[in-house]
């Protein structure tokens, strides 16, 4: 039984305008990434060893540890950007956004991360060439190039 209140409408509107304001997922960043010229940056905030195992193709790589040091001169400044790292069980991602925020960029994280483009059948590029996996029908529908929803 549920015992816990639920929000007044209002409450929600405020809370799910917020979360939107800051999330987004894998499908709108694949579908944005498409057009070639998505509207903001993709920056996968992983360490070294993790970008060269698969990322995003077109993803700007600089691990969070140095986005402080080096944004300026790998990100443009005037451009939103949408940060990754490796999935809902980490909070790379947002730490990463954090530190752009901090810098006066306007940020996104994408949630669930590398796993979830993977697991949704989207391309990563590796050491040898781009692939893609078929998506797993936990994440979304067989045979659609998006989850959906």
Excluded: N
């Excluded at 209140?5 to 209002?10: E, G, L, Q, V």
């Excluded at 940060?83 to 925020?101: K, M, Q, S, T």
């Amino acid at each position: 039984m549920m015992t816990s209140r639920f929000a007044a409408p209002s409450e929600a509107v405020t809370h799910f305008s917020a979360r939107l304001a800051l999330y987004t997922d894998v499908s709108d960043v694949s579908a944005a990434m498409a057009t070639g010229d998505p509207g903001f940056t993709l920056v996968d905030t992983r360490a070294d060893v993790a970008w060269d195992q698969a990322h995003v193709p077109g993803a700007v790589h600089l691990p969070r540890t140095r986005i402080a040091a080096e944004a300026g001169a790998l990100v443009d400044p005037s451009r939103p950007v949408v940060v990754y790292c490796w999935g809902p069980g980490c909070d790379g991602a947002a730490r990463g956004a954090l530190e752009f925020a901090r810098l006066g960029y306007r940020v996104k994280e994408m949630a669930g991360g590398i796993e979830y483009w993977i697991r949704e059948g989207f391309a990563v590029e590796t050491a040898d060439g781009v692939r893609r996996s078929p998506a797993d029908p936990l994440t979304a529908p067989e045979g659609t190039p998006t989850c959906a929803c």
